[in-house]
Every structure is written in C-alpha cells, then in structure tokens.
C-alpha cells in the first residue's frame, strides 16, 4: 500500500507521524502523573508504529500507477478491516457487558473490568470504531464513484482514517483508566475532543476537494446525507464538549454549562449524535448500496431529497425528549415530543423509499442475503424511528425512561438498522474493492444474516419485556401507598430477561465474527476478476451478472 | 405527356441531390449554437430514452468521439446535450451515431431551448418555498414552545426571533402574490391572491404590533406557513406546465429553418429563413418541407399536403404549381421561385388567423378565479363586520382588530388555494403517464366542461398513411408491381409493396418519374406504375382506370385500390362520445367523396367537406355563439385556427408545429382513444376539485363562526390550515387511483379501412 | 434556560447554512434530471472519468500522428 504514495507523500506522511510522536511525548511527559501520560505513551507508540511503517518504504521506487484512470481504495480497504476488528472488540465487549448484568462475578474484581468502564467502551467500540470507520470507508468509496473523479491527495484520507482510529483507541483506553467526561456519547476527555475536531475538519475539507474535482455535474444524494453527517457532527461535537481543562497536565475538564443547561446541550448533541452520526451517514450507505445492489434506482429520488432536508431540519430540536420529567421546563419538553413525533414523516419516507426500490425485486431480496441485510435494515429502521416518537410522547416516558426498553430501542436502531446497513454495504462492497469475484462463502452470509436477525430479535424482545416489566414494577404503590415492590425485586424479575439479552448479542457477536472471517478469506483465497462494471451483483445469488432492467 | 421527355432533373439529378443532402446538414448545424467560447452547443431530442443503461450507452459512446468536448444526457427530459469542440460541426455525425444505437434523435427547437437552460420562473419559486420552508420550521419551532407553555420575557423573546426570522421571509417568499394581487387590483378584479396577499400582510402587521406590546398571540408560524403551502401549489404547477412544455419541444420540429438558394453564380447555398426574398430561387429535395410559398419553374414531383390542406392522397405537382409553405415533397426535387418571404407565407398566414381565433378564448376565468371573486368580498364583508360588531359589543378597538384579523387569518384560501393545482398536477401526471401532455390547468378545466367534439379527418381520424384495399390478381403483375413500388419513397408505392406478399421480380431499368410514376422492363417486357393517364402511354388498357395503375406494355391493366387507415380506437372514441350524449362532427379539408367514407364508417352524422381554415374556424364560433363549448381534435396546419378557435383541443404529436403549439393537449400515442381518456380525467379533475371547494367551504362554515367568536388562538389557526391543505392534498391524491385508463384497443385488421 | 441563548443561534445558523447549500444546489442545476441521476450510479465504469479538457487533449495526441 505504501508503494502507491510517491515520495514526496511519503515524506509529508513521515512528518505528521513525526508531529505525533512528538506530541504522545509531551503528553507522556506533561502529565506523567496522571492518566494523560498513559494516553502520551498509546499516542507515541500508536504514530511511532505508523512512522516505521512508512520509513521502511522512504526509498522505495516511485508508483508506475497511473492516477487519473483509477480510483483511491486502499484507505477504503483498510477502514473496512478496521470496522470489522472494532466490531468484532465492541461487540465481544457488549456481550461481557451483558453478561456482567445477568451474571455480576464476571467482573473479575478488577476495577478496569466494572461495568461503568466497559460499557462506554463498549458503546464507542460500535457508534465511533464499527460505524465511523465504516462511514469513512464507505464515503471515500461513494464520494469518489458518485463524482467519476479520484480524491484529491493520497495522504489526507489516511490521515482522517487513522487519526479517527487514534481517537477511537485514546476514547477506549481512557475509559478503562477511568477517564470520562461523563457525557454520555461524548465521554473522551478535552485532549482527545480537541484531536478528533483537527481530524473532523480534514474529513470535512477532503469531502469538499473531492466533489470540488467531481467529473459527474449531479451530486448524487447519498453525498448529501454524507456531508451533513461531517459538518453537523463538527457542529455538535464542539457545542457539546466546550469544556475547561483542570489543568492541562492532566485528563480531568469542567463542562463550560452547568446543571440543567448542561444536561440540554448534552441531550441537544445526544439525540443530534444520534440524528446525524446513526442515522444520515448510514442512510447515505442506504441510497447507494441499495439500489446497486438491488440494480434499481432509488423508487423516488425526488423523495429522497425532500426527506433529507425533513430530517435535516425536524431532528435538531428533538433531544430534549430524553429530559422528560427533569428540571428542564416543561415547554422545552413539549418542543421535543412535538418534533420527535413529526419527525415520523421523513424518517418513514425514507424507509418507505427504501423498500419501494425493492419492490419488484423481492426475488432478488429472497436469493441474496446481502440485499437482505439492507432489507431489514430498512424495516428496522422504520420500526425504530416509530418506535422512538412512540417513546418521546410523555405519558409513554413515564412508563419506558430509565427502562431496559430504552436499551432495547437502542438496540433495534444500533443492531438493527446501523449494523445491519454496514454489513450488508461490506458484503457488497468487499469484492468489488478487492477485485474478486464473490465472496469467499455465500453459505457463511447467509449464517451471518440469520443470526444477526435472530441476535437482534431475541435482543429486543428481551428487552421489551424486561423494560415494561421494570417500568410497571416500579409505580406500581400498594394500598398505604408505599413502593409495592424494591429495587432487589425488579432485579430478579429481569434475570431470565438478561440472560436472553446476553445470548441475543452473543449471537449477534458470532455473525460480526463471521463476517471479519468471510472477508479476510475472500481477500486471501477467492480469485481475481477484474469487473468492467462496477456492476454488483452476481456473488452468493447467481444472479445475472448485469441487472435485468426492469 | 409531353412533359415527360423535358424532365430536367433526369440531366442536373446528381447536382440536386448533391444540394439536398447539403441542405440536411445545413439543416443540422442550424441547431448548433455557437459558444462564447468558440465552441457549439447543441440539443439532441431522443424519443427513445427509456432508462439509465440508455443513458450511459449513450454518453459513453458521445463522450468517446473526437468532435464531442461533452454529452450530457436528460432522462427527464429524453434529450441530450451536446458540447462540440468546434461550433461548425455537422451534428448529423453524432444523430447517425445513435442512430446506430438504436436511438434515433432529431434536434430539439433551439429557439425554444434558449428559455430552456434557464427555467427562472421554477427556481425562483423554488427558492421562494427554501426561504419559506425554512422560515416556517424556525418559527413553528419557537411556536410550539410559546403554545407549550414558555411565557414572561422567553415568549417575548421568541416573538422577537420570530419576527425578525418573518419580516424577512415574508418579504421575499410573498412575492409573487403580492405583486400578482396588485396586478389584479391595478385592473379591478379579484383574484385569490388577493386575500392571500391581505391576510398575509395582515397577519404579520397584527403580530408585530403585538410583539411590540408584550402580548400573548402572534400570528408568525401562520402567515409564514400559509406562503409556503401556497408556493408549493404554485410550484406544482408550474412544474406541471414545465414539464408538458419541455415535452412538445422535444418533438421533431416539422417547418425547416432555411432553404438552398441559388446564388447568381448557379452555386447552390443555405440561407436561414429570414434572408430569402420573393423571387429568390430554391431548390427544394426529397422528404424536404416547403419552406415559404413558391412556384415550381422545373421538374415535378409528388406532394403530401395533409397537413397543409387536409388532403389526405397525395397530389402530383410540375412546372406552374404553386407550393404552400408546409408541404412536405414526395418524389423529385424541384426548383421553385419564391412568391413571398416567410413572414407572408400560408404558415405566417395561418399563424396570424390563430392569434386572432385565441383571441376569443381569452374571455375564460379559471375556476379557482371564480371562485375568488366571489370569496374575497364576502370574507372581507365578514372580516369588517366582525370589527363592527366587537367594536360596538366591546369599546375596544383592539380586541376588535384582533378578532378582525384574525378572521382573515383563519379563512385564508390556503386550502382554496391548493384545491385546484394539487388536483390538476395529479391529473397531468396520470395523462402523461397515458402518453398525453396538457399544456395548463386551465385546459383541464375546459375539457371537462365539452358539449360538442370536432373532428378533423385526415391525420386525427385517419392515420397519414395509405393502405392497399384489394390488388390485382395476376401473379406475374404483381410481382412487378412490388418490384417497381420498392423503387420509391412515394407512400402509396409503399402501401403497394407492403400489400404484396411475394418476393419481387427481376427488374432492369428502373426510373422514377416524379408526379406520374415509376417505369422499367422486366424480362425486356416495359412496364410501368403510377397514374392512369401516364401508364396508358404504353397500354391503352388503363386509360380511365383509377390510379395508381400498373400495366406491362400492351398487356392488362390493374389498378390497385388506396385506402385511409383510420387511427386505432376511432370507432370506439367517437362511439363513446356518442354514448355520453355529446355531438360529434367532422371538419375535412379533403374533398367530399373521402370524407363521407370515413364518416360513414364512424357512424358521424355531421360532417363537412373542403372546409379552408376560415370554413372551420367560422364553423366553431358559430358553435360557441350557439352556447355550446366545442373540443376540437385535429393535427394540419389549417387546423391549428381552428384548434385555438374551439373551447379546447388536442392534437396528435405528428401534427404540424403550428397545430402542436395551438393545441391544448397533445397525444403521443396512435390511438384515438386518448381523446377520450383525457376527457374522462378531465371530468374525474374537475369532480375532485369540486370535492375539494367542498371541503374548503365546509371547514370554512366551522371557521369563520369561531373566529368570529374571538375563539382561535394562533394554535388553532395553525392545526387548521394545515389539516385543510392535507385534507385537499389527500383528496386530490385520489386521482391517481381514479379514471384508470381502459386497456388501449387493438387495432382492428382489415375492417378498420375504408376506400379513399 | 438560558442555554437556549446560545442553542438557537446554532441552530438557525445551521438551518441558513443548509438554505445557502440548497439556493448553490439550485443554481447548479442539481434538480434537473432527478430521473437519469437516480440511475446514473447504476451504470457507473470501474475508473474515474477524464475531465473534459484532458479528454480533449489525449484525442488531439491520439489524432496527431
């Protein structure tokens, strides 16, 4: 791969590795007496690795490729296998996780194995190392083939995609250290937030030269939902994470909101992070993959444009719906269940569009798991976007916040629509970057697809049950008018529901496991085949090669 | 038949024919326009464009050519753009490159294509509804927290953002209804922009007022959210209007842009229109278009006049004929003088007589306008009464204007103002599904209401193109007849050799005569097809015979029997017709014998024969003086009068530009049966938008009482204007289940034809 | 609530933001062939295309000799 960057590449890449040496090593210095130095050291080691990797190469011969008449991929590969190793670590962490609820001794005693420091690991392991690797891989694809032109330089990809990794592996350790902001989706500490802005707005900028270079006048829309993915993210991340350091040796930052004001711009950014980081990247995933896949184009595309702009505009004001109930004043309230409810409109339109476009292709959808993971992304979409207006309505709140239906509304979006999306993108995807015919076992797609469905299923089931069963529990007042039942009570209620919830994400955890399998195996064994087209279909289904037009 | 042995084309042919391919390409490169840049831009219309494969086949193989710079494909607008690296380029290169694709194309109308590039008017009301859909999402934001509760200085404040987010917005989104309601009011009528405008403005005023003094209602959310639901019926149809428009001009343009004139030097050059006078001489080729009226000084040929005069055979013509602009040239290429420049041409002529038929129709009010006449006063007469009545109950003036306005407010046409665009946009988009284009709403609304249908015979009823009722028997005859009839281009030929089943004899020596026939030998035995008189030069037989005849040299003589084809679905649209209890009639330029065929055959009791334009154009406005409100269905360019005279009318795609432009809708398709169907949506149009007016009128009979009653707050004003306008959305929706279009008939082999 | 001071600045600088990007989207028709561009990424080559000037100069290589 780094025979591809010319000298003059490889010596600009020697130097930011360089820069970041030299910044782990103030860090590792400055705050040897706190976490922050453990953090110097990861960073030194992390862009000390990275160095060697392209010093070994600083002599090498000069690329012969020539770049106007292909496209950029090796950043692309890379980040898939990187989606694919923080999937299988997030979600074997998930699974610990849940299993440390049904089952308390598997913490081990350790302080860096309780609950509190794995779960975010466990919740950054997926949001920021499974989905945003995978969105950054898949727009470097989308944007360059949806523009006919090739990115821009051969550095900055690398630079957004490994310094999004960096962060992701700062964000992980720390919380095993214990260092957290507290916040929920946004827990890394200042230095870390401060980094992830410089990478965001690099991301932002190739973005920008890229269309800028476009050769196809149209932008189609997947890189809209892209865009505001990157820019509205930037937004929300600093707006949340305006914080004072204690002091700057070391991790510990006071938020620049208190109180109540800080729990608004927490949730402000919360249900945005959600809107904008799990929903409009991957729909942006949705509207490319799928009608490739499918080899039809999006059922209305005008439709998809208006529903972009629908969710563009109805998802800011949406989070105060997590405060029900608080100290926020009840109008602001009111403001998010109004717009959480009207909300349904877009995000239906867009599921509906989605499962328009399949339809006439059902047969298609019946012989290629691939498209059948879109498929019921789709569906799960829609149910959890229903599910979550549901849920902001008050009265419905009372009964379900601070609930185990809440975790299962999570999960019906994150395991359902995120991670279904992503890997049914990868199956697509991976044998069209890689060159190879199919992938390297259509059987294991299938096995993949079935237990991600069942994992999913039986993971929001649990989750219904428990989190009703925990909601009525708790009002439910005996005659004098104390507390029916105590918090021990509830507990061994849920019992039998946390050992579901652990085996569905086992499951889930199996497939993920499979699926890093299929495709290391499809790079390594299957044969080369050089595609004229683009065209993706053929693999597991045998299907025609080119899609009947229809 | 003297005239035969001195035809001159026979010695100057290569010439000529030299010149008529020059012409085509002239022709071709007339549609290239030039670049700033030195570089030419041309529009390729592609009929044919189905799909994305079609796209990129096509811009792949373009973008692959060396003359190509760029080629940008439409699949909206089935037309591609073509960027040539020099602007003299022939464009009939790249029309044979896709031809051989399986695209055939013809360059769209680049005078019509220059208002194309930019549609300002759409983006400008795109932009309108941007600006007020944004306005709306903020302002509703803030609403909804002072509705839910937000009071004291934070729903002062949010009043204030909300104002300074409205002035702007309303100043820029509610453009276009101010400035039509003042138009309307500068003439003393009363159109719906007139209360839209005055409760818009109203509002605004009464919430800034209020903002100032720290009260509880402000109006923000409606006004701004009135101007967008309103914009998007008015950008529906606009789209709509847009959409058809683009349509006709990716129709083959039929009227040629120039002509070849011999220079003083006897060289041959293309000159545009514009630049040719009376007495200039031009040579005019095969399957060419007159282009201005002229007398032919040598050769003859063999014309297709229908769409000039409705005839549906066609005509012999030679030296002396006179040519009306518009017919189209057969079988030789003639040499012509020009009688007069194209501005005094027949077409300028019969472009002059539409303007002034158009003229008489300019009376119709578009029933959204009716309907706003009589609204406007009385929700204004209501509005003040209110003021009245609160003023002489309460002594307040405030409270008074309050209520007043508020009134206006909940009464404003929003849902009125959707009833008819919503309904129409649905309707069109269901007819161009059907292959029917509508020009505008107001169309629609006029095809519903028909009491009689007019018909024009050759090319609406009829197909242009002949057939073979029954040919001669004898085998060896017609063997060389099919042989002799491949020779030409001549339609009746064609006819004759589609008619005959076996394979052609040998045939030495063919040579087309153009106005009379085609002679040749076979087996050293001479034979000829064509008119009676000429064949008869070598077989008396045929003298007297009906042409065409064909006769070897002193043997028997057959004559074959040309027939019209009547479009498929003529007998079921006009029976249909018939059924609704609506009279049909026809109108034929043609002449009596063949016009009272088809009308037999049609079972059409009125029918007039060798009507000129004038004859048809009298016709129909003694209909309308009559009270009666003609659909007039028809294709020529002597009927294009005549189709802006009628009430309504439609014309088929292969009319004549003039008809095409006249016409209210076009039918892309063969059948005849699309008349029918665009009356039935019409019909189905008008009794949603009827429902719709209901609709309206009944939320209005719930309103006006409470706002009367000073019972609406800004939150009820708002739920019911938008439940009204989804209420009328809704409705309108349902055309696109209604009036599902009957599986077009098939057309009827044999019985469908009827002698000429 | 005073955060609310700061949010909705954000926010409807957010919102003109997204106004400006589509009154640019407009004005380099990216609405007027909804249609052909939904199918375009169906039928896209393997390889970045050549930018029209360079296109034009490999064909005037390609013809000089």
């Not at chain 2, 009011?185 to 159109?191: A, D, F, Q, T």
């Not at chain 2, 509508?438 to 006029?446: I, P, Q, T």
């Not at chain 2, 109108?587 to 007039?608: M, T, Y």
């Not at chain 2, 007039?632 to 009318?649: E, I, K, R, T």
Request: glycine share 8%; hydrophobic share 50%; net charge neutral.
């Amino acid at each position: 791969m780094m025979s591809n960057l010319t000298s003059t590449e490889r010596a600009r890449a020697m130097l930011i590795t360089v820069a970041g040496v030299l910044i782990g090593l103030t860090m590792a210095a400055v705050g040897r007496n706190d976490p922050m130095g453990a953090h110097g050291w990861i960073v030194l080691l992390f862009c000390g690795v990275l160095f060697f990797l392209v010093a070994q190469t600083l002599y090498d011969a000069e690329p012969v490729e020539d770049r106007s008449t292909s496209y950029y991929d090796d950043p692309t590969k890379v980040g898939i296998l990187l989606a694919l190793f923080w999937a299988v670590v997030a979600m074997g962490m998930g699974v610990w996780v849940a299993s440390q609820l049904a089952w308390p001794d598997l913490r081990f005693d350790a302080a860096w194995s309780s609950f509190g420091r794995i779960r975010p690991v466990h919740t950054s392991g997926v949001i920021f190392g499974f989905g945003g690797n995978a969105l950054i891989a898949t727009s470097y694809h989308i944007m360059q083939r949806t523009s006919r032109a090739r990115m821009p330089d051969q550095v900055s990809p690398w630079f957004v995609l490994l310094g999004f990794n960096l962060f992701c592996v700062v964000a992980a350790s720390g919380y095993l250290m214990g260092i957290t902001q507290s916040k929920e989706y946004a827990e890394p500490e200042w230095y870390a937030d401060l980094w992830l802005v410089i990478v965001w707005v690099v991301y932002f900028i190739l973005y920008i030269r890229t269309l800028a270079r476009r050769n196809e006048p149209h932008i189609y829309v997947a890189n809209w939902y892209y865009l505001s993915f990157i820019l509205v993210v930037a937004i929300l991340h600093i707006v949340n994470n305006l914080a004072v350091p204690a002091s700057f040796s070391g991790a510990k930052s006071y938020s620049a909101f208190a109180g109540v004001q800080d729990a608004m711009v927490q949730w402000w950014y919360g249900h945005n992070a959600v809107a904008f980081f799990l929903t409009t990247g991957f729909l942006g995933m949705l509207y490319y993959f799928l009608p490739k896949r499918a080899g039809r184009p999006i059922y209305s595309y005008r439709l998809s444009i208006l529903s972009f702009w629908g969710i563009v505009f109805f998802y800011i004001w949406v989070g105060s719906h997590h405060l029900h109930y608080t100290a926020l004043p009840q109008w602001v309230q009111t403001l998010g269940v109004t717009f959480s409810v009207m909300l349904l409109v877009p995000s239906w339109a867009s599921a509906g569009n989605a499962l328009m476009t399949l339809n006439g292709a059902w047969h298609k959808v019946r012989d290629d798991a691939t498209l059948r993971f879109m498929m019921v992304a789709a569906v799960f979409y829609g149910l959890s976007t229903f599910e979550g207006s549901f849920m902001a309505i008050r009265p419905v709140n009372a009964l379900s916040h601070y609930t185990d239906w809440t975790v299962g509304h999570v999960h019906s979006g994150a395991m359902g629509w995120v991670a279904m999306i992503t890997f049914g993108s990868i199956y697509a995807l991976t044998p069209m970057l890689w060159r190879r015919e199919t992938m390297y076992s259509w059987k294991a797609v299938e096995w993949h697809f079935w237990l991600a469905l069942s994992g999913t299923v039986i993971y929001i089931f649990a989750m219904w049950n428990s989190g009703i069963t925990q909601g009525l529990m708790w009002r439910t007042y005996t005659e004098s008018g104390t507390l029916r039942f105590s918090f021990v009570d509830t507990l061994i209620a849920m019992h039998p529901y946390y050992i579901a919830r652990a085996f569905g994400g086992l499951l889930f955890f199996a497939g993920a496991c499979i699926c890093f399998w299929n495709v290391v195996m499809t790079i390594r064994r299957v044969p080369n085949h050089a595609p004229e087209a683009d065209y993706p279909t053929i693999p597991e289904a045998m299907e025609p090669a080119v899609p009947a037009a229809e | 038949m003297s005239g035969i042995g001195t035809h001159p084309q026979t010695c100057s042919g290569d010439q000529l024919q030299v010149s008529s391919r020059e012409w085509r390409e002239a022709e071709a490169r007339a549609g290239v326009r030039l670049l700033a840049n030195g570089q030419g831009h041309c529009v390729l219309s592609i009929p044919d464009l189905r799909c994305g494969g079609c796209v990129a086949k096509i811009e792949r193989t373009l973008n692959a050519r060396a003359d190509v710079v760029t080629a940008r494909v439409n699949l909206t607008l089935k037309q591609a753009v073509v960027t040539f690296a020099d602007a003299d380029t022939d464009p009939t290169c790249v029309i044979s490159a896709l031809a051989l694709l399986g695209y055939p194309a013809i360059p769209a109308d680049v005078a019509q294509q220059d208002e194309d590039d930019t549609d300002d008017v759409g983006r400008g009301l795109l932009r309108a509804i941007a600006v007020a859909g944004f306005g709306a999402m903020n302002i509703m934001l803030l609403s909804v927290a002072v509705w839910s509760g937000a009071a004291g200085e934070t729903r002062d404040t949010f009043h204030l953002i909300s104002a300074l987010i409205a002035i702007p917005v309303v100043a820029y989104a509610g453009q276009p209804f101010f400035r039509s309601a003042f138009q309307a009011l500068r003439m003393g009528r009363l159109n719906m922009d007139v209360p839209i405008a005055v409760a818009v403005v109203l509002a605004l005023a009464l919430s800034l007022v209020e903002t100032m003094r720290g009260g509880e209602q402000a109006f923000f959310d409606a006004a701004v959210t009135l101007l967008f639901f309103l914009l998007s019926g008015r950008y529906l149809d606009h789209l709509m209007r847009e959409r058809a428009r683009s349509a006709v001009s990716g129709l083959a343009r039929l009227s040629p842009r120039g002509a070849m004139l011999r220079q003083p030097d006897g060289t041959l050059t293309y000159m545009p229109l514009s630049s040719i006078t009376p007495g200039a001489i031009i040579t005019i080729g095969l399957d060419e278009r007159v282009p201005v009226d002229v007398r032919i000084i040598s050769g003859s040929t063999d014309l297709d006049r229908s769409l000039v005069t409705g005839e549906a055979m066609p005509v012999p013509a030679g030296f002396g004929d006179t040519l009306e602009a518009g017919t189209l040239n057969l079988t030789g290429v003639v040499e012509a003088e020009v009688l007069r420049s194209a501005d005094g041409s027949f077409l300028a002529q019969m472009m002059r007589m539409q303007s002034e038929a158009e003229t008489g129709r300019g009376t119709y009010v578009r029933i959204a306008d009716r309907a706003a006449q009589l609204y406007a006063p009385v929700v204004h007469l209501l509005s003040l009464a209110t003021f009245v009545g609160w003023f002489l109950a309460t002594g307040e003036w405030h409270t008074a204007i309050f209520i007043a306005i508020s009134v206006l407010i909940i009464t404003c046409p929003c849902a009125l103002g959707l009833a008819v665009p919503v309904a129409h946009v649905v309707a069109s988009g269901r007819l161009m599904r059907m292959g029917i284009l509508m020009k505008d709403g107001s169309a629609l609304e006029r095809l519903a209401e028909i009491d009689r249908v007019v018909f024009d015979k050759t090319g609406t009823l009829t197909m242009g193109t002949a057939a073979i009722g029954c040919g001669p028997g004898d085998p060896a005859l017609r063997t060389a007849a099919k042989a002799l009839a491949l020779k030409t281009v001549h339609p009746a030929a064609r006819a004759i050799a589609m008619s005959i089943a076996e394979q052609p004899c040998q045939l030495d020596d063919a040579i087309e005569v153009p106005g009379f026939g085609i002679a040749g030998c076979v087996g050293g035995r001479a034979v000829r097809l064509g008119r009676a008189d000429w064949v008869a030069d070598i077989c008396l037989q045929a003298k007297g015979k009906a042409s065409p005849v064909c006769a070897f040299a002193d043997g028997p003589a057959m004559s074959f029997d040309l027939i019209e084809t009547l479009r498929p679905g003529a007998v079921d649209a006009i029976s249909s017709f018939a059924e609704a209890g609506i009279p049909v009639a026809m109108l034929s330029g043609d002449i009596a014998a063949r016009a009272n065929s088809i009308a037999n055959q049609l079972d059409i009791a009125d029918v007039r024969s060798d009507e000129t334009p004038a004859d048809k154009i009298a016709a129909l406005n003694v209909l309308r003086d009559a009270g009666h409100r003609a659909l007039m269905v028809g294709d020529g360019l002597n009927d294009a009068a005549a189709l802006a005279a009628a009430h309504v009318s439609m014309a088929p795609s292969s009319a004549s530009d003039a008809g095409r432009t006249a016409a209210d809708f076009i039918f892309l398709r063969d059948g005849l049966d699309a008349v029918t169907a665009a009356w039935h949506m019409a019909r189905a149009t008008a009794r949603i938008v009827r429902q719709n007016f209901a609709l309206a009128i009944t939320y209005n009979c719930i309103a006006i009482p409470l706002a009367m009653a000073g019972l609406v707050t800004p939150l009820i004003a708002a739920l019911a204007m938008s439940g009204s306008s989804l209420l009328v959305i809704g409705n309108a929706l349902r055309l696109n289940r209604a009036a599902k279009p009957r599986p077009m008939p098939m057309p009827r082999a044999g019985g469908m034809e009827v002698p000429a | 609530m005073t955060i609310l001071a700061f949010l909705i600045p954000v926010t409807l600088s957010m919102g003109a933001i997204g106004l400006g990007v589509f009154f640019w989207s407009l004005r380099s028709n990216q609405y007027d062939d909804l249609s052909g561009d939904a199918e375009r990424i169906l039928f896209d080559d393997d390889h970045p295309l050549l930018a029209a000037s360079a296109r034009l100069s490999n064909t005037t290589k390609e013809t000089a000799p």
